[in-house]
């Protein structure tokens, strides 16, 4: 009913616009007319023309006003058989009809207090997640700490020891330089000079590289570093993360 009723509205509107606009239009030369007797003749002319707009836009607006009477009449006998309708219904469907209105009506609640339960459950679900990860994060650097330690002072002998060598090079290349320059050599003389130190040096310094990295490896068996309970410990709070998941899907 809307579709018919709401175009009729726009058209009144529109046309009740365009009259008052076209009538303001009139009011200079009603004034002008108004003042001078001269033009009074005129002014009778067009005040008729402007009678005869208002006799047509009367007969539209009053047409219109009887098209929505009607049809509001036609509305409030559909509306009486929608009620009609509607209280026959309930009477098939409720519990001394049918009774189908009652068991939607309990499955409507019944889905209702689910909703309210999985939300309830969703809200606390961060709240559980969070703590459980804080408890992961620390298993799990408990348990690589154990781990990384060891490696890391590892690598770290072996970074030493490699700077020390690289030091002893550094000091190698400034003395062949030195001599060189002080017998005269050329600069291409001098470069293979410190060339040759140089490599000399790492030739002889490379194994001591490799004896530093593994003398402190063997200060340390992983296998018994690692402890299995911490393992477990580390597997158990992942699988609390699982339940928790299960218990609230």
């Known amino acids: 009913w809307s579709s018919e009723l709401y175009p009729k509205l726009i058209l009144l509107n529109s046309k009740s616009k365009g009259f008052a606009t076209k009538f303001n239009s009139y009011y200079p030369a ?16 067009r005040l008729e023309v402007l009678q005869d707009m208002t006799m ?10 009887n098209e929505l009477t ?22 098939v469907l409720s519990s001394d009809g049918t009774g189908k209105i009652d068991q939607l009506k309990n499955e409507i609640l019944n889905t209702q207090k689910s909703i309210q339960d999985d939300l309830q459950q969703i809200a606390l679900l961060p709240g559980a ?13 408990n348990l690589s700490k154990d ?53 000399a040096i790492e030739k002889s310094k490379q194994a001591e590289i490799a004896a530093a990295a593994i003398t402190k490896t063997k200060e340390y068996d992983l296998t018994k570093v ?5 393992i477990k410990k ?9 339940k928790l998941t299960a218990e609230q899907r």
């Open 129 to 141: 997640l969070n703590e459980q990860g804080f408890v992961i994060f620390k298993e799990v650097y």
């Open 30 to 45: 009603l004034k002008a007319f108004v003042d001078s007797k001269e033009d009074k003749e005129g002014f009778l002319d």
């Open 147 to 199: 781990i990384i330690e060891p490696v890391a002072q590892t690598a770290v002998a072996a970074y030493n020891k490699g700077k020390e060598i690289n030091n002893s090079i550094l000091e190698a290349e400034k003395k062949a330089e030195q001599e060189a320059t002080e017998k005269g050599k050329s600069a291409l003389e001098i470069e293979a000079a410190k060339k040759a130190a140089r490599e």
């Open 226 to 230: 690692i402890d299995p309970e911490q």
């Open 56 to 65: 047509t836009n009367q007969d539209n607006v009053q047409r219109q006003i």
């Open 234 to 242: 580390t597997y158990s709070a992942f699988a609390e993360v699982n």
């Open 70 to 91: 009607d049809l509001k009449l036609q509305l409030d006998t559909k509306l009486k058989d929608l009620d009609a309708d509607v209280t026959k219904a309930q009477g």
